[in-house]
């Protein structure tokens, strides 16, 4: 990632006893506001889901539930901040103690234990507009992308598609599917997890230069690839037509596939 993202220090959430029933509260959290197109809205959890969609609207909205057994919802909090050139950016972060900093470069939290209040994000996003975020445990789903999209999350499976890009999307435990179109610049593109398997799906003809690692998995590739060194089972370098922007993709434990759609 060509920015840090999430930073993560001495957490420890836990886990509520099975007697508990499980309460949510709908609409813990919403915010509308007009982002212009080709800015950002991003989107940082700590403990739970987030889903982006489409908006058929010119309005990003964000809506988020809580969920929780036995701690106290009011101890997570929410913050919306501005950022960037007049203030044209948007994060939104779900807080959990006051010793948690959030802002467009990153999460940073510390202790945060026994506390089983969980929030899923959904995400609803004009064309045009960038879409940034992370969780550390829980999944994240990006569709109906039309610009550069970031997702990260640590414990959970990411799954980003934008018919622009550039996408960049990485895991620790979960796989990652990353899909785009067309897009025009020349920035590298990084897909990345530890336990999964990592897919990237991409529109017609590409030139590039890729690296594709695993330690126990396979490579697939639907594009003719040119090897670039020696043959090496766990690490490939090869170009794609005329080369240019590097594609990595990596994992440990899972297999990696570079995809051609349509």
């Given amino acids: 990632m060509r920015r840090s993202v999430l930073v993560l220090l001495g957490v420890s959430l836990g886990a509520a006893p099975l007697a508990a029933q499980k309460q949510t509260e709908q609409n813990a959290f919403t915010w509308s506001g007009r982002i212009p197109s080709g800015h950002w809205i991003r989107v940082r959890n700590l403990s739970g889901e987030i889903d982006v969609t489409a908006s ?27 950022f960037g050139a007049n203030d044209e950016d948007v994060v939104i972060c779900a807080i959990w103690n006051d010793r948690t900093d959030c802002d467009e470069r990153g999460y940073e939290s510390h202790n945060v ?23 550390v445990n829980g999944a994240v789903s990006i569709e109906g992308a039309t610009s550069e999209v970031e997702a990260v999350t640590v414990n959970g499976e990411v799954e980003a598609t934008s018919s622009g890009g550039p996408v960049n999307a990485s895991t620790v ?26 897919i990237a799906e991409f529109n017609g003809d590409l030139d590039a230069d890729v690296e594709l690692s695993t330690v126990n998995g396979r490579f697939q590739t ?29 994992t440990v434990n899972g297999n990696v596939e570079l995809r051609r759609r349509g």
Wanted: charged share 30%.
């Fill in 56 to 82: 058929n609207s010119d309005r990003v909205e964000v809506t988020a539930t809580k969920q929780w057994r036995r701690s106290d919802p009011q101890s997570v909090r929410f913050e919306v901040r501005k």
């Fill in 113 to 135: 234990r026994n506390n089983d209040v969980s929030v899923q994000f959904r995400v609803m996003v004009p064309r045009g507009v960038k879409v940034g975020v992370s969780s």
């Fill in 222 to 250: 639907d594009y003719p690839v040119t090897i670039n060194g020696r043959l090496d089972p766990r690490h490939l370098r090869a170009r794609l037509g005329r080369g240019g922007r590097r594609i990595r993709l990596s």
């Fill in 173 to 198: 435990n979960g796989s990652v599917t990353a899909r785009m179109g067309r897009f025009d610049n020349d920035e590298d593109l990084n897909f990345s997890t530890v336990n999964g398997t990592v």
